[in-house]
């Protein structure tokens, strides 16, 4: 608009320069034009948006993160002042990757799936204390902590046939310790569970050995059989 406003008082200047007194009239035009750029400017300036689904603190240069939390709307601001800090409080999903060793000491590769949104009313701590970007400061490092903990506590074949206790205690403690941070967990489940290769070994081996155990079974039963037909 700015841009618009001077490209068209050059052109109307360019058109005058023949007449003093044309070019004073214009040049009135172009004062009054220009203080109009510079107030449309200003206005725009201190001016912000919050949409919805998001809240807004604000920073202030002189007195640091003020305390309230901005709701939706257009809102006004100081300019070169004040600074928004716009923030989703929408639930959104993280995928976190985490090999852990269970009790029998087999290694699990762990993929966790969490549905997290901040508390609105913590914003402001959350800017001061971690920042913006909160969740990728904070819950990688519980979530490795928290599977370290539990995992350590169930066999290998363990989690697999009791995956929905394990789901549920890995859910709890996130909670207790996300809420620490001011951040609310709606959703914990285990997503992908991948044994290491030793383990693969084992169970195929384990397997085997099944298979050649039922198929003793079978020869024994069949020599028997043999040895009845033989005496009758």
């Not at 959350?126 to 902590?145: F, K, M």
């Amino acid at each position: 608009l700015i841009f618009s406003f001077f490209s068209l008082t050059s052109r109307l200047q360019q058109n005058t320069q023949g007449s003093r007194q044309g070019g004073d009239f214009f040049s009135g035009i172009v004062t009054l034009v220009t203080g109009a750029a510079t107030v449309a400017y200003g206005i725009s300036t201190a001016l912000y948006n919050v949409d919805a689904g998001h809240r807004a603190v604000l920073f202030n240069k002189f007195t640091g993160v003020e305390n309230t939390v901005i709701e939706e709307g257009t809102h006004l601001r100081i300019p070169m002042i004040e600074e928004p800090f716009i923030f989703d409080i929408r639930t959104k999903p993280q995928t976190i990757r985490s090999p852990t060793g269970t009790r029998d000491l087999q290694t699990v590769d762990i993929t966790l799936r969490v549905l997290f949104r901040p508390i609105a009313s913590h914003l402001p701590t959350i800017l001061t204390t971690l920042g913006q970007d909160y969740d990728e400061r904070v819950l990688p490092s519980i979530v490795n902590e928290t599977l370290k903990s539990v995992v350590a506590q169930f066999n290998a074949s363990e989690l697999i046939t009791q995956r929905e206790q394990v789901s549920r205690m890995i859910g709890q403690i996130l909670t207790n310790r996300a809420s620490d941070f001011h951040i609310i967990l709606e959703d914990v489940s285990i997503t992908h569970l991948t044994f290491g290769k030793e383990y693969n070994n084992a169970v195929e081996a384990k397997q085997v050995a099944q298979q050649e155990a039922e198929r003793a079974k079978f020869l024994v039963k069949q020599a028997l059989q043999d040895k009845k037909s033989t005496i009758i």
